[in-house]
């Protein structure tokens, strides 16, 4: 494959055109509705595929971009998908309905992937995922609550989410949602070496808010290193139990064990840390657990190497649904 | 319930706290948040009244104000309280994404602001936040100049919608209006008229300027026009202006850092439509000290007679004709 560039000159949709494998197409197998997914729970090999199309289109938008996290989206994907797909009781028809669960993206630099759920799901046009980054779009690189739908509370700052997440959850318990409704955070190994996350924790039990999950998207991988080296953060699933938290520790990209450990943190009643041991760019083999990516966007060469991965594996991915009856939900 | 108005010195924080306690009783949507302060800032009345609505969050002022965000994010109207040196200083932050940039309808409650709330010193003594508040975009900025604007500010807080941060002092000080005021108007009153020069205070330095308005018509013969600002950003600049262009030169009051605060405020609307000499009273390049409140404003000039000393230096630079303002847009 060949570069592709994004010429300002010329109009958005010609440059769509110049950048057709770029651009998203709406999945052949659409996320299910709220309804249907209170019906019948997407199976895990679904949810799997599900999880290879949200990151073909986390590629295709940095490699338009020019800018932005794919290393730490892709991290974050499965996570991202179980949520968005199967647990979230979210309805981008009624975006604003009370009684929603609401999802806090506390790592807000993997933005592409929220836009990517958000996009899928209908809470904006796929075509708007082009315009990630750039001026006038509504996708910022971080997400904005005041420009995207879909986006409940603006991130970026890493450390601050977990609080928000304790401050909606509180709202919850003043409306009297605390037993309907779930606050996910998907925070990063940066927002655990925050202080202010800590905070947070010791509210979460002090005030008895029973209705918050935190994900630790745990890929070891920062800026100027591995965690270990820049500053580690040792055992996190001891740290959030040692703050009074039900703490589990679980493989971030085992589809099984995400949904299973999101499921059950909403029948607990307490603060629930799920702390999802993930490699960072997962999905693109140049990429996984390699350091030096992050905050780099994919060189067009790595992007094509990798939207061809992806592809594949969505190929194979999408065959292996239609051989199989299902039956692992 | 009608409110009652104060006579006696009484600290500004009390008029947050009693106004903060009635938005309780009358909106459900109402909560505070406190960083173990409440009994200083008065928002334990709140607490007392409303504890299911209340969350002291301990010494953690960062939660707090990200808590406030999701809060309000959800509907309530948060009003976080602690001492101005963690709200806008610790807690800057928390501050600009959650509040500011997402124009969340959270108000910060800061109370002992500036070097007034004396023996604590430097460390607690905040002289820059009205600074970096006003620098915040979409924040809007409140100073109080006594008991009776302090709870009409509070209460009328919860009819506007924008992110709010509201500064209140810790001395009890001299009430400037004698009754609550209806409304905070523009955000600047002229307290007593002159056609000398002007004196623009904010806050506890009001009381202050009328004083100095006072001496320097009984040693002078100089009448002094008296402006009280007290929404510092946005600010209404006609009312300023109007003055300016009658005296021809001004003192700024304010228990803050010239730099960033109110002198920079009017200066900028100034500078612009109606260039004259405007000198400033407030803290130099220097952090407060220990002592007490009333000591700590004296070692730093914040007084009546620092204000009238100011002012009879800026007369000497009075312009002899004076020309109209050009009247534009307002400057925030």
Redesign the interface.
């Known amino acids: 494959m060949t570069a592709h560039t994004l010429d300002p000159l010329v109009p958005p949709a010609a440059n769509l055109a110049a950048v057709r494998h770029l651009t998203p197409v709406p999945d052949p197998k659409p996320p299910p509705k709220l309804a249907e997914r209170e019906e019948a729970k997407p199976r895990i090999t679904e949810l799997e595929r599900w999880a290879t199309v949200l990151r073909i289109d986390c590629v295709r938008m940095l490699a338009v971009a020019k800018s932005g996290h794919l290393d730490s989206s892709l991290s974050a994907a499965d996570i991202v998908t179980a949520l968005y797909y199967r647990v979230l009781r979210h309805d981008p028809e009624k975006p604003s309905w009370p009684a929603r669960d609401?999802f806090v993206l506390c790592k807000g630099h993997a933005a592409p992937i929220q836009y990517a759920a958000l996009a899928q799901h209908g809470y904006f046009p796929l075509e708007d995922l082009m315009g990630l980054r750039q001026i006038g779009a509504q996708l910022q690189g971080h997400p904005d609550?005041?420009r995207t739908p879909g986006v409940?509370?603006?991130?970026?700052?890493l450390?601050?989410?977990l609080?928000?997440?304790?401050?909606?959850?509180?709202?919850?318990r003043?409306?009297g949602l605390d037993e309907t409704a779930q606050v996910f955070g998907v925070l990063s190994d940066g927002d655990c070496q925050e202080?202010?996350t800590w905070?947070?924790a010791?509210?979460a039990i002090?005030?008895g808010v029973p209705n918050i999950t935190a994900v630790v998207d745990y890929n070891h991988l920062q800026t100027d290193g591995t965690t270990e080296e820049v500053m580690d953060i040792g055992d996190v699933r001891a740290k959030f139990e040692a703050f009074g938290w039900d703490a589990v520790a679980i493989d971030g990209h085992d589809m099984g064990q995400v949904v299973e450990a999101l499921e059950r943190s909403r029948t607990l009643r307490k603060p629930a840390a799920i702390v999802a041991e993930t490699k960072k760019g997962k999905g693109v083999s140049a990429m996984e657990g390699r350091f030096g990516f992050h905050g780099k966007p994919p060189p067009p060469e790595l992007a094509a190497e990798a939207l061809e991965e992806l592809m594949a594996t969505l190929d194979e991915q999408t065959k292996g649904l239609a051989g199989a009856d299902g039956g692992d939900s | 319930m009608a409110p009652e108005a104060k006579t006696d010195p009484i600290a500004t924080r009390h008029g947050y706290g009693d106004a903060l306690a009635d938005l309780g009783e009358r909106h459900e949507e109402v909560?505070a948040l406190d960083a173990d302060l409440a009994v200083s800032t008065q928002a334990i009345k709140f607490g007392k009244r409303f504890p299911?609505?209340f969350?002291n969050?301990?010494a953690?002022e960062?939660?707090m104000?990200?808590?406030?965000?999701?809060?309000?994010?959800?509907?309530?109207v948060?009003y976080c309280s602690t001492f101005a040196i963690f709200a806008a200083g610790r807690a800057y932050?928390?501050v600009r994404?959650?509040i500011a940039?997402?124009?969340l309808k959270v108000r910060i409650g800061a109370s002992h602001g500036g070097v007034s709330l004396g023996e604590d010193g430097a460390s607690h003594q905040m002289i820059e936040d009205v600074a970096l508040m006003r620098a915040l975009p979409r924040m809007t900025v409140v100073i109080p100049a006594d008991y009776n604007q302090a709870y009409r500010a509070t209460a009328e807080s919860y009819e506007r919608d924008e992110p709010m941060y509201m500064r209140f002092g810790r001395p009890a000080t001299p009430i400037v209006y004698e009754e609550i005021p209806e409304s905070l108007g523009t955000g600047v009153d002229v307290l007593r008229e002159g056609k000398d020069i002007t004196l623009i205070a904010t806050g506890h330095m009001v009381w202050r300027a009328i004083e100095a308005a006072e001496s320097l018509e009984t040693e002078d013969g100089v009448e002094a026009e008296v402006v009280n600002v007290s929404i510092v950003k946005p600010l209404h600049s006609e009312t300023i202006l109007e003055s300016l262009s009658k005296t021809g030169v001004a003192v700024t009051a304010e228990e803050h850092r010239v730099v960033g605060g109110l002198a920079d405020a009017v200066r900028q609307v100034a500078a612009e439509q109606h260039p004259v000499p405007i000198f400033a009273v407030g803290m130099g390049d220097e952090f407060g000290v220990s002592g007490t409140g009333e000591a700590c404003m004296e070692h730093f000039g914040l007084t009546a007679r620092g204000i009238a000393d100011r002012a009879r230096e800026a007369l000497v630079l009075k312009p002899i004709v004076s020309r109209p303002p050009l009247f534009g847009p307002e400057w925030t």
């Open positions: 609401r609550m005041r409940e509370v603006s991130t970026g700052s450390g601050q989410g609080s928000m997440c304790v401050g909606i959850a509180l709202a919850l003043l409306d202080g202010q905070e947070a010791t509210a002090h005030f | 909560v299911e609505r969350f969050v301990g953690a960062a939660n104000m990200s808590m406030a965000c999701g809060l309000a994010a959800s509907g309530k948060p932050d928390q994404l959650g940039h997402n124009e």
